[in-house]
Structure formats: structure tokens, C-alpha cells
């Protein structure tokens, strides 16, 4: 499976930004769709967004189309969540998914590997 890193999480106020980060080592980022989820102690871990391989594609969950932008470089195996008009309900860990088996939008199984979370709180 692959090692996934999140970093950039943190306190921002209603109608702030924050940027995550996820590195993943493998030499074949490539070729993996790429996903964020989140979740929280009273919900389920939900999708956020996906990104194709080629980072042409990104497919954000209706909650967060217009204020959140995934995105990836390919050459750093990195994928992005830029996260702006963020609201108190986005409060929540967010998780970087890698799908091994998809190359245009993440589906979580068996095979999929997850980083460890980062926390984002925002404050009303």
C-alpha cells in the first residue's frame, strides 16, 4: 500500500482558508485517482473530492463545489485541497485517499490506502 502524509490542517476562523497538503510515496502516483474525505465523531467518513490522474478531471461533493479546489502535481506525488469560505460544519479530520484500482475518481476498498488525518477547525 502507499504511504500517505497529510500536513496543512489547523484553526481558522469562519470564512477563512487553509491549504492541505497530501505526499504519497510510490513511484506510480500517476496513475491513481486521488481523493479527500472527512470526518467527524458523529458522522461517517464522507467524500469531499477527486481528482483523475491526470489531474484533468476533480470531482468536488456538492457541499463544497465553488469553495473547495482539489488538485495534484504529479512530478511531487502530491495531491491539494485548497479550502477557502470555509464554514463551521467543514470542522472535521480530513483524510487523503489513494485508489489503486481507478484512475479517474477514488472508490474506497479493500486496496485503498489512507493517511493519518489532518484536523481542521473552524471557529464561528
Known amino acids: 500500500q502507499v504511504q500517505l502524509v497529510e500536513s496543512g490542517g489547523g484553526s481558522v476562523q469562519a470564512g477563512g482558508s487553509l491549504t492541505l497538503s497530501c505526499v504519497a510515496s510510490?513511484?506510480?502516483?500517476?496513475?491513481?485517482?486521488m481523493g479527500w474525505f472527512r470526518q467527524t465523531p458523529e458522522k461517517e467518513r464522507e467524500f469531499v473530492a477527486s481528482?483523475?490522474?491526470?489531474?484533468?478531471?476533480?470531482y468536488p461533493e456538492d457541499s463544497v463545489k465553488g469553495r473547495f479546489t482539489i488538485s495534484r502535481d504529479n512530478a511531487k506525488n502530491t495531491v491539494y485541497l485548497q479550502m477557502s469560505s470555509l464554514k463551521p460544519e467543514d470542522t472535521a479530520i480530513y483524510y487523503c485517499?489513494?485508489?489503486?484500482?481507478?484512475?479517474?475518481?477514488?472508490?474506497?476498498?479493500?486496496?485503498?490506502?489512507w493517511g493519518q488525518g489532518t484536523q481542521v477547525t473552524v471557529s464561528s
Open positions: 485517499a489513494a485508489d489503486p484500482l481507478h484512475t479517474v475518481k477514488v472508490v474506497p476498498g479493500p486496496l485503498s490506502s
Open positions: 510510490t513511484h506510480t502516483f500517476s496513475s491513481y485517482a
Open positions: 481528482i483523475s490522474w491526470s489531474g484533468r478531471s476533480a
